[in-house]
């Protein structure tokens, strides 16, 4: 990664050589702490392992991987320039909706439906897709506050945990269904964004991703300690499963059941389908609504926002206000994420809600492309589905992650999907004449 | 009273360690006007490097303790503060004058990018240190309670003090210091004048990395266990102080690294050692809501 | 014959930064439908003035009232600024150009129409059903905003994005942006700067028009004499946060205190208008 970012301008090979050898002193220096020593525990004692061999690899490849970086670069950008050269004033061309990008959209949307019936018998896939629909309801929720309203919330899993928690309480303690607590959930969770929003919003944004991210911690930790309320470490067990409008899903018994009522024979993939289709209704609807919000005059001032704030306040715009409605609708989408999240495992505890997953879910959305719906649904099945390749992968995930989140920043701060769809337009064929 | 008094050390020894942390916040902060999330991670590197080096120099039976602290202290300086250029070089300068929210977002990266390494290079369990320094004074006793001064603790407040004076020293008088200030109130007029900006901000990265570094070697040695989430905590807590301080002020972070250790000491023994970190995040809060230039910060004007 | 009231009327207002005193003592009219005219050297505390009208700075001292004719008079000095916009309808404009750069222009213009819009959406609930009365809100938002681009020359730009245009073009957006938002009285911080001769004598034409025929009030911050001459009905001049000379252009050319100012007691001889004229962003309170 040092590799991309050190380059500037030199193109004769002896430069480059000069510049990777640079760079690979920097990572052999970076590197005999952390890979070529090490330290193994021994019956209690530390001894120390050595991993020459690997280090030798490591800055081998940063050699080699710089070299070619700083060739593909010279040469990306003598071609850049002869184009602008070649070029008369590139006239700036209104871009319209990519056509190639709906269908995406649409194909994708065809087969999250079908998906169910192609894997009918097979419970791991669908349970699978289930998990990516939920990182993809976090990343379209969290998109609100970080992808169009620009204020980093580095504490996003606190408000999943908050509607998990409301759910697991409402359910166990009061014996709540799932959709009367569902929107309640909600509530629950915009109250403490609200809350938490209130007295940071008006401050620099990067006050707010510090105090979001104690946040976050402040609420791991209370689920952690306040044993009375949450079950502590051991979490909240045996939280009842949604029901299909009042038919559960059990072997049948006395009272109708999902299965009889329809003449069906039990099955427990029944279940995991609707889980599925039931959080794939509820990440559609978030993306109806969020989609909609954007192209009323509030989402239009959450934007505006994020381009510049000052500018807002000189057109009369309360932007506390405009910060804390994003910041509540995000949150709002955590809870109701986090009440699915709750009735699908049955159980729940605050090892499920820590900063790991908080970063999971901006890294969706930042790698996915903020703002953008089907960036997020990208990004959320390459994170849930490299695990699953194996274990090798599953180690390097968050250090790819990691690494990747810098180099878009550098690369392509939009994300790699970017394109910004106008909220209204003047003229229908977007200015194509 | 004694336990006052032992919370009162165990505090002033938390803060200082705090206080060397929370100047690599303020002096990023100064100079480019942003939170370098992974400072703290690169505190938790540092103790990592320690880790090692202890354990290297009790492999090859170097027994004698200033020896080994001052070899550790400076393998571990000279490490760290290459990470700390590094990260400045590759998550940060490309993103000067990029939106807003791009270096923050590097800069969280970065933290994940660093824990994960650290992870994976040297293990995810908690790395046990055979202790360095034993033994302390006793100071009294009081009801059968004895207030014990342990030698760990004088290190860390001797270190301490020594590195601020000599800081002060760098940052007031030498002519390094000169253009640190400078950079931070106009980079632009700065570079006008000849100065290297890019070497200054790539400096003040060194430096915040190095005093980082001390403070995760003290860290090992008082407490003996280093896990690679030591920095995310550690960060928070540092980073509230320097805010508590004021930031951008760099005797505000250590009087706010003092405050901090102090109030998490007495908190842990009087209110409830499970909620001590409750209590950090709560002064965050409250600082930022009612005080948010700090103790000696200026306050800032926003820029029209 | 008595003189209608002024619609705004700064009275002794002061600001102080720790020891810079930036604007002392000030007081200054402004008159309905009328083009007032700010200028002064580099760091005179121009901008500041403006931040202090617009509730982006509290004054140390003093009082901005503003007769509105429907509510009244409101004590800008004590309004957060987004109230000023949205109460006073005081709208302001930057040296700096500050636009919503990725979203197009028509959106620009449509975001300073929000408070309108966000109530007739009630709370985005009429919004999301699309229900009528929001939908004939937004048309209006629409043609307005229409109508301010098709004045302003800027209507074939209205799909694209804000920041992907000129500088000039930028300008121009900005006060349209400002226009949106009903303005008793605009706050123009250098419109001028960075145009062409042709583009200052079309914002020449159009302040004219926004004063004369839209009865807009304008306060006018300008390094460009040939803009502030021609326009302004009335001149204040500042050097070093005081006001040294009011009056109009005619009076201000001739004032021995202006011509001080801007060249120095030796060169006060050689004062040619075209001397008078400054390159803008070097203003080091705007500096960013």
């Known amino acids: ?134 990182y ?23 408000f999943y945990a908050v509607g998990a928690y409301t759910y697991g309480l409402l359910s166990t303690q009061f014996g709540w269904g799932f959709w009367q607590a569902l929107p309640l959930a909600g509530a629950v969770a915009a109250s403490f964004g609200i809350l938490l929003g209130w007295p940071t919003l008006r401050l620099r944004g990067d006050y707010l991703a510090i105090v979001t991210l104690g946040f976050g911690e402040i609420i791991r930790i209370i689920l952690v300690n306040w044993t009375e309320l949450s079950g502590g470490p051991n ?11 009042g038919l559960p899903f059990k072997p049948p018994g006395d009272d109708p059941t999902f299965a009889s009522f ?30 909609r919000m954007r192209k009323l005059p509030i989402g239009r001032a959450w934007e505006a926002i994020r381009e510049d704030e000052i500018a807002c306040k000189a ?92 180099l878009i920043m550098i690369w392509k701060p939009g994300g790699i999907l970017s394109h910004r769809e106008p909220t209204l337009r003047y003229r229908a064929d977007g200015g194509r004449r | 009273m004694a336990l006052a008094l032992q919370q009162l050390i165990n505090g002033l020894t938390l803060g200082a360690v705090y206080g060397l942390i929370a100047i690599g916040y303020t002096m990023v902060y100064g100079i480019i006007g942003m939170i370098n999330f992974a400072h703290g991670d690169i505190y938790m ?87 360095v320094l034993v033994g302390g004074i006793d100071i009294l006793t009081i009801d059968g309670f004895t207030v014990r001064l342990a030698y760990s603790q004088v290190l860390i407040v001797v270190v301490t003090v020594a590195l601020m004076a000599g800081f002060t020293w760098l940052i007031t008088k030498t002519s390094f210091g000169r253009q640190q200030r400078s950079c931070e109130q106009d980079r632009t007029m700065t570079a006008l004048l000849g100065i290297n900006v890019d070497r200054t901000i790539s400096l003040t990265f060194m430096l915040g990395a190095a005093l980082a570094a001390v403070a995760g070697v003290m860290v090992t040695v008082y407490y003996g266990v280093v896990d690679f989430f030591i920095g995310f905590v550690a960060g928070i807590k540092a980073f509230t102080a320097a805010v508590l301080g004021g930031i951008g002020s760099l005797p505000g972070a250590m009087l706010g690294g003092l405050l901090i250790g102090l109030i998490e000491a007495f908190w842990a023994a009087y209110l409830s050692a499970e909620y001590k970190d409750v209590a950090t995040f709560t002064i965050l809060i409250l600082v930022l809501m009612f005080r948010p230039s700090g103790l000696l910060g200026r306050p800032e004007v926003e820029k029209v | 014959m008595s003189a209608p009231p002024p619609l705004l009327s700064v009275e002794r207002l002061t600001m102080r930064f720790g020891g810079l005193l930036a604007i002392d003592d000030l007081s200054l009219d402004v008159a309905a439908r009328k083009i007032t005219g700010v200028i002064g050297p580099n760091g005179a505390g121009k901008t500041t003035f403006f931040n202090c009208l617009t509730g982006f700075y509290k004054p140390t001292v003093g009082s901005v009232r503003l007769n509105h004719p429907q509510r009244g008079v409101l004590r800008l000095e004590q309004l957060a600024s987004h109230q000023v916009a949205r109460s006073a309808q005081v709208v302001r404009t930057f040296q700096n150009i500050r636009l919503f750069p990725q979203m197009t222009v028509l959106e620009n213009l449509i975001v300073a129409q929000h408070n309108a819009l966000q109530h007739a959406s009630r709370f985005s609930l009429a919004g999301l059903l699309g229900l009528p009365g929001y939908r ?39 006060i349209a942006r400002a226009l949106c938002v009903d303005p008793l009285l605009l706050c123009l911080d250098e419109p001028a700067a960075g145009l062409n001769p042709r583009e200052s004598s079309e914002l020449n034409e159009l302040l004219k028009h926004l004063a004369s025929v839209e009865g807009i009030a304008i306060l006018l911050i300008e390094h460009d004499m040939s803009v502030v001459m021609n326009v302004s009905d009335h001149i204040c001049v500042l050097n070093y946060g005081r006001k040294i000379a009011e009056g109009t252009p005619a009076d201000i050319q001739k004032d021995p205190n202006v011509i001080k100012a801007y060249l120095g007691e030796e060169d006060a001889d050689e004062l040619r208008a075209d001397e008078m004229r400054t390159d803008a962003p070097t203003d080091p309170e705007a500096v960013r």
Not at chain 2, 86 to 91: I, K, M, Q
């Open chain 1, 262 to 291: 329809f003449g069906l024979e039990f099955s427990t993939n029944h279940r995991i389908v609707f889980l599925y289709y039931l959080i794939l209704a509820l990440a559609l609807l978030t993306n109806l609504f969020v989609s």
């Open chain 1, 235 to 245: 979490g909240i067990a045996s939280i009842p499963r949604p029901s299909f409008f």
């Open chain 1, 136 to 158: 993809v309801m976090l990343g379209w929720g969290l998109n609100v506050v970080v992808g169009l309203a620009g204020l980093l919330d580095l504490g996003y899993v606190a």
């Open chain 3, 136 to 174: 004939r809100a937004e048309a209006a938002a629409m043609d307005k905003a229409v109508g301010w681009l098709q004045r302003l020359g800027l209507l074939d730009k209205a799909d694209t994005a804000a920041g992907a245009l000129p500088y000039g073009m930028q300008r121009r957006i900005e």
């Open chain 2, 45 to 131: 590197v540092s103790a990592f490097i320690a880790v090692t080096v202890f354990t290297l120099l009790a492999s090859f039976g170097i027994s004698s303790v200033p020896l080994s602290l001052l070899v550790v202290l400076l393998v571990a300086v000279f490490f760290t503060s290459i990470y700390g250029w590094t990260v400045e070089r590759t998550a940060y300068r490309p993103l000067r004058g990029s939106t807003r929210l791009a270096p923050l977002i590097s800069a969280i990266g970065m933290s994940i990018f660093l824990q994960n390494m650290v992870q994976l290079t040297q293990g995810a369990r908690v790395k046990p240190v055979a202790p």
């Open chain 1, 1 to 134: 990664m040092a590799a991309l970012v050190l380059a500037q301008h030199s193109t004769s090979p002896a430069e480059r050589l000069k510049d990777a050898a640079a760079v690979a002193f920097i990572a052999l220096l970076l590197g005999i702490p952390m890979i070529g020593l090490t330290t193994v525990d021994q019956g209690g004692a530390l001894r120390i392992a050595t991993r020459w061999p690997t280090l030798c690899i490591f800055v081998g490849v940063c050699f080699a991987g710089r070299l070619l970086l700083r060739y593909a670069i010279d040469r990306l950008r003598a071609r850049k320039q002869a184009r602008e050269r070649s070029a008369v004033s590139a006239p700036t061309v209104d871009q319209a909706t990519s056509p190639l990008l709906t269908w995406i959209g649409w194909a994708a949307l065809g087969i999250s439906v079908a998906l169910p019936m192609l894997f009918s018998e097979n419970r791991y896939v669908v349970d699978t897709a289930t998990t990516v629909l939920i």
């Open chain 1, 315 to 406: 057109m009369g715009i309360n932007a506390r206000n405009v910060k804390l409605s994003a910041f509540a609708i995000g949150a709002m989408l955590g809870g109701f994420a986090g009440v699915f999240f709750a009735a699908r495992q049955g159980f729940i505890s605050p090892e499920s809600f820590t900063f790991n997953e908080s970063a999971i879910i901006l890294a969706i959305v930042v790698l996915g492309g903020m703002g953008s719906q089907l960036g997020v649904v990208l990004a959320s099945l390459v994170l849930v589905l490299l695990p699953e390749l194996g274990r090798d992968f599953a180690e390097y995930r968050m250090l790819l992650f990691g690494a990747a989140m810098i």
